[in-house]
């Protein structure tokens, strides 16, 4: 079946610096999801990205979808310790199932 | 409050029980969903059902049994699992099953089998 990829794996950083997880795919994607899963909690829905090079922001954290709709970005802008936990991207395929990367598991060092 | 309620939160289980894990979501959506969540696999898609009807089974061990009875209820009936079924298992809900639908994900209920 379809994949979606997503590095890196594991990120630490410092609380204020800034964060970057990507997802990359072979195939087009129809659109795009963004979600958080915070340690212990369940997956929350962050936002959708559906046009090519869209961009779309909410308040430190900056989501991207690429012009050929093969790839997307998660940026976050000066770390808080709220942001721990792990980031999701998940891609649809045309009218396929939502397809879950690996996620990008974030700690913060104070 | 997610909208989506997963009961038991915890379960404990011998390889040579049966039990199962109940899904209640409140949105009015008509599509469910049950992933499998371990450190091998994040997010792993088990079962689809779509007003009511399986339309996804993603080769999953007939260990695992869904029943949905009706588009608000879920159960996932678990009997001789191994070890290795430990995990996460997060019911999940969406307007449709189709393009775009945003998914809400239960709380989890977390599987030990010994």
């Known amino acids: 079946g379809q994949q979606v990829m997503q590095i890196p794996q594991y990120q630490h950083v410092q609380e204020g610096e800034d964060f970057t997880t990507y997802c990359n795919s072979s195939?087009?994607?129809?659109?795009i999801q963004w979600y958080k899963q915070r340690p212990g909690g369940h997956p929350v829905f962050l936002i959708q990205l559906v046009k090519s090079g869209e961009v779309k922001k909410q308040k430190r954290l900056t989501f991207q979808f690429g012009e050929a709709k093969k790839n997307s970005s998660l940026h976050i802008t000066a770390t808080q310790t709220t942001d721990v936990g792990t980031y999701f991207c998940?891609?649809?395929?045309?009218?396929?199932?939502?397809?879950f990367g690996t996620g990008t598991r974030l700690t913060i060092i104070p | 409050e997610t909208g989506v309620t997963q009961t038991p939160r915890h379960l404990v289980m011998g390889m040579t029980n049966k039990k199962s894990l109940k899904c209640e979501q409140h949105?009015?959506?008509?599509?469910m969903y049950w992933y499998k969540q371990s450190a091998k696999k994040p997010l792993e898609l088990m079962f689809v059902?779509?007003?009511?009807?399986?339309?996804e089974n993603n080769s999953v061990p007939s260990r695992f049994s869904p029943e949905c009875p009706n588009s608000s209820h879920l159960f996932l009936h678990l009997h001789t699992l191994q070890p290795e079924d430990s995990a996460l298992y997060l019911c999940?809900?969406?307007?449709?099953?189709?393009?775009?639908?945003?998914?809400?994900f239960g709380e989890g209920s977390w599987l030990t089998v010994v």
């Open positions: 949105l009015g959506h008509n599509a």
């Open positions: 195939t087009t994607l129809s659109n």
């Open positions: 998940a891609g649809e395929f045309g009218n396929e199932k939502l397809t």
């Open positions: 999940a809900s969406s307007q449709g099953e189709g393009a775009g639908d945003t998914i809400y």
């Open positions: 059902y779509s007003l009511e009807e399986r339309v």
